[in-house]
């Protein structure tokens, strides 16, 4: 078994402890995978140590200054059980923001975070994203479609990512619970529909929202959800379901 560790760049600041207790998960980061912890103990014992745990140190989350490793909770895991030192550097955080932020740009390195881990890293902190969040278990809707639902729109595909992703997303449409509920009734007989044919959908269901009758276009939908389904161009589909489902005249 090799204990000795080895760091490949020793130019950064690395500090080494073996008080475990004074490292700290943060609840808002990915779920430790066991089988994961034990590749790492794998490539322990075969190599060695070849990079850091990444963490902060901040007052920001319990009030007090503590550790949280941002980066590296299985190799962490694994050194614990093998009784090793742990190497680790810290990083500099100036807000709860910027602890996401920096979070995520870690754990993106090896496997980018989709919109739901952002959702549930910010939480914690910012209230439009617990709102988010509780709508999206309620309704199973991808957080994409919710925060459209949630800005009346004024979140587009590409600028609702951007603002989910940077902590400034806000919640500016007061019936979005509503319309979320209303939504679900319609995605969940689409079904496994083209993911683009269901944003043509929802943005349909918006400019209808206020003035169709939603048990007809439930109705409707029935009538029609082969052909929905079974739609791939997105032009086609907003025209079909406007005239088909909605009865929009424009």
Same mark, same amino acid.
């Given at each position: ?78 050194l614990v059980a093998e009784g090793l030192e742990i190497p680790y550097i810290v990083l500099n955080v100036e807000d709860e923001i910027d602890v996401v932020v920096k979070m995520a740009k870690m ?40 925060? *459209? ?29 509503? @319309? ?12 496994? *529909? ?11 269901? @918006? ?29 086609? *589909? ?13």
């Amino acid at each position: 078994m090799i204990t000795k560790i080895m760091i490949m760049n020793s130019k950064i600041n690395i500090k080494y402890s073996k008080n475990y207790e004074k490292f700290l998960f943060l609840d808002n980061n990915r779920t430790l995978n066991p089988g994961h912890v034990q590749t790492m103990i794998e490539s322990i014992r075969t190599m060695g140590v070849i990079r850091p745990v990444v963490c902060i140190e901040t007052d920001v989350i319990s009030g007090k200054k503590e550790r949280y490793i941002t980066d590296g909770q299985h190799m962490f895991t694994g050194l614990v059980a093998e009784g090793l030192e742990i190497p680790y550097i810290v990083l500099n955080v100036e807000d709860e923001i910027d602890v996401v932020v920096k979070m995520a740009k870690m754990n993106n390195s090896s496997k980018s975070w989709t919109l739901t881990n952002y959702v549930n890293a910010f939480k914690p902190y910012l209230p439009d994203y617990q709102k988010l969040f509780k709508m999206r278990n309620l309704y199973n809707i991808e957080p994409l479609m919710l925060a *459209a639902i949630c800005t009346r729109g004024t979140s587009a595909v590409v600028t609702g990512s951007q603002l989910i992703k940077s902590g400034k997303f806000k919640i500016t449409n007061s019936e979005c619970q509503e @319309m979320a509920k209303a939504f679900n009734d319609f995605f969940l007989k689409i079904g496994r *529909a083209d993911r683009w044919v269901k944003h043509q959908f929802l943005q349909v269901f @918006m400019r209808a929202w206020g003035t169709y009758n939603h048990e007809e276009a439930l109705a409707n939908l029935d009538k029609h959800i082969k052909t929905i389904k079974a739609m791939s161009d997105t032009g086609a *589909a907003e025209a079909f379901i406007s005239k088909n489902i909605f009865k929009l005249t424009k």
